[in-house]
C-alpha cells in the first residue's frame, strides 16, 4: 500500500471578492521509506500541499489518502490524533521552545503528544540525540546552538514518536550550503535506519539532487512528465 496517494488535489483560499487557487490538481503516490521532494519557485504551492498531507489544512478538492486513511473522514479532532501518531514535522525556521533544552525540546512530543511512561521516555530521548548527533549538546538551548544543530534537535524531535512520515517545509532555507547538504543527507540515513518516509520542499536545485523522488511545482500545478527518481534501493 502507497502510504500517500493523492488524485486531482486541490486547494482554494478565498481571498477577498476572488479565489487563490493554491493547489490545482494534483496526482502522485509516495511509497514507504522514500525519499521525496517537492520542488518550485515561492507561491509554487509547496507549503500549502505539505500542510494537506500534514493534516494541517484540508483540501478543497480531489481526494487525499494517508496510509489507507481517506483525510476527508477526519475532523479537527481525530487529524490532531491522526498526525500525533502519524507524522512529524520539520520547518524552515526549526521551531524549537527556546526556553527548553535540546533534549527537553526532543522529549516534548513523547510527553505532550503521545504520553510515554517516564522511564521509557529517558532512553528514546537517548538514542535520538545519539541518531542525529547531538548526544554531547543534550543540555544546550536553542539560543546556544548553531543553525544547523538546531535542526538536528528538530529532526530528532519529528523522528522520536516513531513517525511513518516526516514533512519537512523548506528545512534548509536558513543553513549555509555545506551544513544544508549535511541537514539532508542525515535525514536520507535517519530514512534508511528507521524506513521513516521523508518528504521536503525546497526551491534550491542542488539540494533537490539529494531527493530520490522530485515533484516540479509551478502555479499550484505539477509540470508536465515532471517526476524524477533516482537510483538507490528505495527509489
Ligand atoms: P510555496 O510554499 O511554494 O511558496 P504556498 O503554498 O505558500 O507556496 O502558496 C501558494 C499560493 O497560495 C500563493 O499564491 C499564496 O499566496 C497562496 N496562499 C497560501 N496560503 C494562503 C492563505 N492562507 N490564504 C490565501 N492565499 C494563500
Ligand atoms: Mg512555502
Not at 516513531?162 to 530514512?191: F, S, W
Request: with cysteine; aromatic share 8%.
Amino acid at each position: 500500500m502507497s502510504l500517500v496517494t493523492a488524485e486531482n488535489l486541490q486547494k482554494d483560499y478565498p481571498l477577498g471578492d476572488t479565489v487563490v487557487h493554491a493547489v490545482r490538481g494534483v496526482s502522485f503516490t509516495i511509497e514507504p521509506a522514500s525519499f521525496a521532494s517537492f520542488v518550485g519557485p515561492s507561491g509554487s504551492g509547496k507549503t500549502t500541499l505539505l500542510n494537506m498531507i500534514g493534516c494541517l489544512d484540508r483540501p478543497t478538492g480531489g481526494r487525499l489518502t494517508l496510509m489507507g486513511t481517506d483525510v476527508a473522514t477526519l475532523n479537527q479532532r481525530t487529524a490532531a490524533a491522526f498526525r500525533g501518531e502519524h507524522i512529524g514535522f520539520v520547518f524552515q525556521d526549526f521551531n524549537l521552545i527556546p526556553v527548553l533544552t535540546a533534549y527537553e525540546n526532543i522529549e516534548y512530543p513523547l510527553l505532550m503528544v503521545q504520553r510515554w511512561p517516564a522511564d521509557k521516555r529517558s532512553a528514546r530521548v537517548r538514542s535520538l540525540l545519539e541518531a542525529v548527533g547531538m548526544a554531547d549538546q543534550a543540555d544546550k538551548r536553542p539560543d546556544q546552538l548553531s543553525g544547523g544543530q538546531k535542526q538536528r534537535v528538530a529532526v530528532a524531535r519529528a523522528l522520536v514518536t516513531n513517525p511513518k512520515l516526516v514533512l519537512a517545509d523548506e528545512p534548509t532555507a536558513n543553513l549555509d550550503h555545506e551544513t544544508a547538504y549535511r541537514i539532508i543527507g542525515l535525514m536520507k540515513q535517519l530514512r534508511t535506519e528507521f524506513k521513516t518516509t521523508f518528504i521536503f520542499s525546497t526551491h534550491d536545485p542542488k539540494i533537490m539532487a539529494e531527493a530520490e523522488v522530485t515533484y516540479f511545482m509551478e502555479d499550484g500545478r505539477f509540470l508536465e512528465g515532471n517526476e524524477t527518481r533516482r537510483g538507490g534501493a528505495h527509489a
